[in-house]
């Protein structure tokens, strides 16, 4: 079975200062984990992912995030906010490997709030 | 550009009254996803097809029905809406296997009066 959690529900900064959105999984297998971001009314957009390569990864819009295994981490990072990174953000684990297709398990969100 | 496209973006129906809801893709992509996302919440997986293969979540009410004609294009069906059944439904699309990302589209919110 696998779990994703999500360790703050809000997260608020002053734009130009680092981001850090923290993520713990749970997984019986070597997980692929994944970042989307949503902004309001929007659908949701691949950030970055982790397949078993590199440890860390980076994404689009300045975005990073590294797999830590010891500690069952994905925590997502950005050195410096902008305001249009104001959205909800979604940690997802999926430990599924050949045969069918699976949906994926969700983290319940972060809402990540700049302030000016 | 390849992407997942869905429609309506928003509609409105009444109590009771069948509603659906469309979703196509031009990536060509296996499999095609159905979620349901209420406000400030995490997307709920519906169901999903793998090719014409269809998988339905075991908690997924039966009033939730889906087809896919073709590889473009995926339709959820709602045959009688509950007031509880205003929500966000979000389409995705992957290439195939679990571990592969999958796209989303813009969503259609749906509102029940």
């Known amino acids: 079975a696998q779990s994703v959690t999500q360790l703050d529900s809000h997260v608020s900064v002053s734009e130009g200062t680092p981001v850090l959105l923290r993520c713990n999984y749970s997984?019986?297998?070597?997980?692929?984990l994944f970042w989307y971001v949503q902004h309001p009314n929007k659908g949701l957009q691949l950030l970055l992912k982790y397949t078993s390569a590199a440890t860390l990864v980076k994404g689009i819009n300045g975005f990073e995030a590294e797999f830590k295994k010891s500690e069952t981490s994905f925590h997502l990072t950005k050195p410096s906010a902008h305001m249009s990174d104001a959205a909800e953000y979604f940690c997802v684990v999926s430990d599924r490997s050949g045969g069918g297709a699976d949906g994926l398990t969700f983290g319940k969100g972060t809402h990540l709030i700049i302030q000016p | 550009d390849a992407m997942v496209i869905q429609n309506p973006r928003y509609q409105v129906t009444q109590f009771g009254k069948p509603v659906t809801l469309s979703c196509s893709q031009t990536l060509n992509h296996n499999v095609m996803y159905w979620y349901q996302q209420k406000s400030s919440q995490a997307p709920k997986l519906l169901f999903h097809?793998?090719?014409?293969?269809?998988?339905n979540e075991a908690d997924t009410p039966d009033n939730f029905q889906s087809r896919r004609p073709n590889t473009s294009f995926c339709f959820l069906d709602i045959r009688s809406p509950g007031l509880g059944d205003a929500a966000m439904y979000l389409c995705a699309t992957s290439r195939g296997q679990g571990r592969d990302e999958q796209y989303f589209g813009p969503g259609t919110r749906l509102t029940v009066t």
């Open positions: 997984s019986s297998y070597s997980p692929s």
């Open positions: 097809y793998y090719d014409k293969d269809f998988n």
